[in-house]
């Protein structure tokens, strides 16, 4: 044998690199989002990469004094800041607000060299860091009505990875990644100590890839409703890593018995009752890697027995050519989802206007928060968003209700996750990167509150 | 030893360590072709990875061979002169080129990750490696029947 390899090895170098700067830059992205938004989003055909089109928002967090935009009309304070990983909010009767403080599991294995350079990426975005203080409930309390609450507590310590919260009676259900537990609760109590009961395992590890489980009790207590995410992007852990995911599940709480509610759902969050049809609701991240402009993340009220596409088609009959074997049964009685959000903006929150404690014009909507794009070359997403609805459907374009989460130079202070209203009506979200947790209220009657 | 063969500069303790590393890519280019093989057949994901490990694992030491051969090259003049370094040298750049396309192809999730690109870059480089290969071994025997024994000498040193 011979030196195989000689001097040329600079020059392969230097095409490496341009072969990835080629692939990643990609062409001007001049796509208009908004043909994404609504119930008939223009799709383009799938495109696949060398490397995929990608943009990071660096987090620069919220200086002193700083906030998120809001629209005429609204106001908006931090209601709690120098949280850990702030993921969701919940409203007690009382008023009491509890914040679910989580970080991931950590618990996905490196199954392949891309997951080392996904992790560096998501370690990169997520600003979880090394939260010591996370996977508890915090509970906020505004004694006096003043806006500013006076009481912070830690309500549940020690939890794993929780993201849903639900109250049934004296049951407080909070939905870890990988059970539901229930809690004893008294009206008015700060601190939960008692033991929990596991009413309900969940889909958590291995891998446990989508790991928030959105929680939400039917309106007449009887049954939960609880999010599962898939455990990949799109099957490339297996199709036996996906057994009972990407589905909505109906859990019956008295006995603990779960059945699939709807499947084909990637990851679904943010589950909620519509006010007019009393229809669940949720909304759902998409496929990543087919292009910026691929797969419309979306919002979509879900029918018992619904399958919704994952993996092998989305928006309908759209194959995914990423999955073998194909299903065509299961893709002929896929269901076209309601209303697109456009693509990669990672909706995790959502939330509807029903207390009339804003703005007129927001009665009835639908307020999501969208977490933010990384699979694409224009970020997209970063703010909370709001669709009218009407007669129990979206009726209109989504708007701008919540902004300024980017600064100019595309640096996160912040990124909305999961949404709920307080007591009086007003928007809270849950931001797990500026670590705060923001009150958005009516401008005049914030005016009305600080004369009283 | 034959003394007018020339030496490898590029050696640790007297072995010639480009002769040592280069069977690393080879062979973890080879097995590639069949994880990928195996994987296009079944769709088992496990296959998959094996393929995309093999390729990294290729690309890596790969990448050490051709800094040692890179070494050898520039260090000693006869090892440069010797018209059969070269149509290795193409071929080993040939082989590093698509192994680089290969492994960001194989980075894709699931069936696109191999079929059909993957598997066809896979293949072409398993027939790539042959090719020099023979190339390589002919002209050593061609011009120095005592080269491929010195060779396994220099191994067993």
């Known amino acids: 044998m011979r030196p195989v390899i000689t001097n040329l090895m600079p020059r392969l170098a230097l095409a490496g690199v341009a072969i990835l700067a080629l692939a990643g830059a990609g062409p001007a992205d001049d796509f208009d989002v908004r043909t994404q938004i609504g119930p008939h989003p223009v799709l383009p055909e799938p495109q696949q990469y060398l490397f995929p089109p990608m943009r990071l928002a660096p987090i620069v967090g919220w200086k002193t004094g700083e906030t998120p935009k809001v629209e005429s009309g609204l106001r908006v304070q931090a209601l ?45 975005v997520t600003g979880a860091g090394q939260a010591t203080g996370s996977n508890r409930i915090t509970l906020l309390r505004d004694t006096h009505g003043s806006g500013t609450p006076d009481v912070r507590t830690v309500f549940i310590d020690h939890l794993f990875s929780p993201f849903g919260v639900a109250l049934v009676g004296n049951d407080l259900y909070v939905a870890d990644t990988d059970a539901i537990l229930r809690f004893p609760y008294t009206t008015g109590e700060t601190s939960i100590t008692a033991p929990a009961t596991v009413l309900t395992p969940l889909p958590g590890g291995p891998i446990d890839h989508h790991w928030t489980k959105s929680l939400v009790a039917s309106e007449d207590g009887t049954k939960l409703y609880v999010g599962v995410g898939s455990n990949s992007n799109i099957t490339e852990n297996g199709m036996a890593a996906e057994i009972d995911r990407a589905a909505i599940w109906e859990v019956d709480r ?45 919002m979509t009220s879900v029918k018992d027995g619904g399958f919704y596409g994952w993996p092998y088609s989305y928006f309908g009959q759209h194959i995914d050519p990423r999955v073998v074997p194909q299903r065509p049964d299961l893709v002929a009685k896929a269901i076209v989802p309601d209303y697109a959000l456009s693509s990669h903006v990672a909706p995790l929150g959502l939330v509807f ?47 701008d209700v919540v902004t300024g989460f980017l600064d100019s130079d595309g640096h996160a202070h912040g990124r909305p996750v999961a949404l709920a209203l307080d007591k009086t009506g007003a928007l809270l979200i849950a931001d797990d990167v500026g670590n705060t947790v923001w009150r958005v209220s009516s401008a005049t009657g914030a005016q009305a509150a600080n004369t009283q | 030893m034959n003394s007018d063969n020339p030496r490898p500069p590029a050696r640790i303790a007297g072995h010639p360590i480009t002769h040592i590393l280069v069977s690393f890519p080879i ?18 994901m496990i296959w998959a990875d094996f393929s995309a490990w093999l390729l990294a694992a290729a690309m890596f030491t790969g990448g050490l061979a051709a800094l040692a051969g890179i070494v050898d090259v520039i260090a000693n003049r006869r090892v440069r002169a010797r018209r059969s370094v070269w149509p290795l040298a193409i071929g080993s750049l040939l082989v590093l080129i698509l192994g680089l396309f290969d492994n960001l192809v194989h980075s894709r999730d699931a069936w696109t ?45």
């Open chain 2, 113 to 157: 990750s191999i079929v059909p690109v993957g598997l066809a870059l896979s293949a072409a480089i398993v027939i790539i490696v042959l090719i020099t290969a023979w190339l390589g071994f002919s002209t050593v025997t061609v011009d120095r029947p005592d080269a491929a024994e010195a060779y396994s000498e220099g191994v067993r040193q």
């Open chain 1, 353 to 399: 206007d029903t207390l009339n404690g804003l703005p007129a014009r927001y009665s009835g909507g639908a307020f999501v928060g969208e977490h933010g794009s990384w699979d694409r070359q224009i970020l997209n997403g970063y703010k909370v968003v709001f669709i009218p609805f009407s007669g129990g459907m979206p009726n209109g374009m989504a708007e």
């Open chain 1, 254 to 298: 008295a006995t603990g018995a779960h059945r699939i509610f709807a499947s084909g759902l990637r990851n679904p969050n943010g589950l909620t009752w519509e006010p007019q049809s009393h229809a669940l609701w949720t909304v759902v991240n998409e496929r990543d890697e087919l292009g910026p402009n691929l797969v419309p993340d979306y």
């Open chain 2, 27 to 44: 062979a973890f280019f080879s097995g590639a072709l069949a994880t990928d093989i195996a994987y296009a057949q079944t769709a088992d």
């Open chain 1, 80 to 124: 709690a800041t120098g949280l850990e990983h702030p993921r969701s909010v919940y409203t007690l009767p009382n008023g009491d607000i509890l914040v679910v403080e989580s970080r991931g599991p950590a618990i996905e294995p490196v199954r392949r060299p891309k997951n080392i350079v996904m992790g560096l990426v998501e370690s990169f």
